[in-house]
């Protein structure tokens, strides 16, 4: 069913312009993406899963080559799909595009094995883009799309449909473990770097204490940076840094780490669908409009940053989008004065155009120049 729902990241106009990098977490939908709206696009679509075809690459880099110029290809576009998996390839793209002007779209899970090994990576001569699971702007309409359904389910395409959710999220955690970091041989002690997966999970959102972390997965605190790095390379997370703009009051200097999917979070948390008044309700929720901010600047503002705002003092914004949106996010249908208190702070500084609190409430209003927008209105009005 997945395969029906149109994707709003707009790779049919990149790849008329320049050759593309699309990279993104497993069953994101990529190669789905590609085949259902771009299928005519290509002159040659390599899958690089194809065993056969991966051993004659890795044994002959050049067969591409060969291949095109039988074809005689010139100013068209290729589709090579797992394209960290012979790193090597991207050579001979960076030839064929000198030499015959020929677009790339190359798609893999995963840039840390293209990065690690110092590998060509087109000398500019590629965007790179990242696709996310589904957004507001895809399934916003669907029955589905509440919060206690995405809650247990997530926002993976396959998980979203799934009609047996915590077996195909407990496969999905485990086949990631196995697959991305077992095999590109990230983390020696698969193990440790399990049980440090779950004490990660367990701080989803919140400011990073790398000795506590450390101390509870029983590795050292290099090991734990070393980690998230690789966390972050095989998208299984991202890192949002705090905003240090302002003059008047100082800002901390720990970063937060986000899990790319709630599904996959309350999997490693193991914990069951959280209801209103949890604390993991509340979490999920910031969690969720964390993702639909992040999916939105990929998508439409690649140039633009996210980040967070926290005083030493204990002052914080949730979210910050360069220095236009400062947005506080709280679970609540019944936002008071005590909610405002954080860009009310914020506000001292003047920097930012909107201040904007998101919540559970039915209708959005203007109570002290801070706009109160329920959930899907904040949605639907930031992709349109």
């Not at 095989?234 to 302002?246: D, H, N, Q, V």
């Not at 989008?321 to 996010?329: F, G, Q, R, T, Y």
């Not at 936002?335 to 001292?348: A, D, I, S, Y």
Request: charged fraction near 25%.
């Amino acid at each position: 069913m997945s395969e029906n729902i149109k994707r709003c990241l707009d790779l049919a106009n990149l790849i008329t312009k320049k050759s593309v990098f699309l990279f993104g977490p497993r069953q994101t939908g990529k190669s789905t993406l590609i085949n259902t709206e771009l299928s005519e696009t290509f002159a040659l679509s390599w899958n690089l899963l194809k065993g056969k075809l991966r051993l004659e690459v890795q044994r002959n880099p050049s067969y591409l080559t060969e291949q095109v110029e039988f074809l005689n290809l010139h100013d068209c576009a290729i589709f090579i799909d797992e394209i960290q998996l012979c790193p090597e390839l991207l050579n001979e793209c960076h030839l064929l595009i000198q030499e015959r002007n020929i677009r790339f779209m190359l798609t893999g899970s995963s840039a840390r094995k293209l990065r690690t090994l110092g590998t060509n990576l087109l000398g500019g001569r590629a965007w790179e883009r990242h696709l996310h699971p589904f957004t507001y702007s895809e399934v916003g309409e669907s029955s589905n799309y509440n919060l206690s359904y995405i809650f247990e389910h997530g926002l993976l395409p396959s998980m979203f449909f799934s009609n047996d959710i915590e077996e195909d999220l407990s496969s999905y955690v485990g086949t990631y473990l196995t697959e991305e970091i077992a095999a590109e041989g990230t983390a020696r002690n698969l193990g440790s770097f399990s049980r440090f997966l779950k004490t990660a999970a367990l701080t989803n959102g919140q400011l990073l204490n790398f000795a506590n972390i450390a101390a509870d997965s029983q590795v050292p605190v290099q090991t734990v940076k070393q980690w998230y790095k690789i966390l972050e390379d095989t998208l299984l997370g991202f890192m949002i840094e705090p905003y240090k703009s302002g003059t008047k009051r100082k800002a901390v200097a720990t970063s937060k780490f986000y899990l790319f999917d709630i599904g996959v979070a309350r999997t490693l948390q193991n914990i069951q669908v959280p209801q209103e008044g949890n604390k993991e309700f509340g979490d999920y929720f910031e969690q969720l409009v964390c993702m639909e901010l992040k999916a939105w600047i990929d998508y439409k503002r690649p140039r633009s940053s996210l980040t967070f705002w926290r005083t030493t003092t204990g002052n914080e914004v949730d979210f910050c989008v360069d220095d236009e949106l400062a947005i506080e996010v709280k679970s609540t249908d019944s936002v008071n004065e005590k909610h405002l208190k954080g860009l009310q702070t914020l506000r001292e500084e003047n920097i930012f155009k909107r201040y904007i609190v998101v919540c559970r409430e039915d209708y959005p209003r203007l109570v002290d120049g801070i706009e109160i927008l329920p959930w899907k209105y904040f949605f639907k009005t930031l992709w349109n």
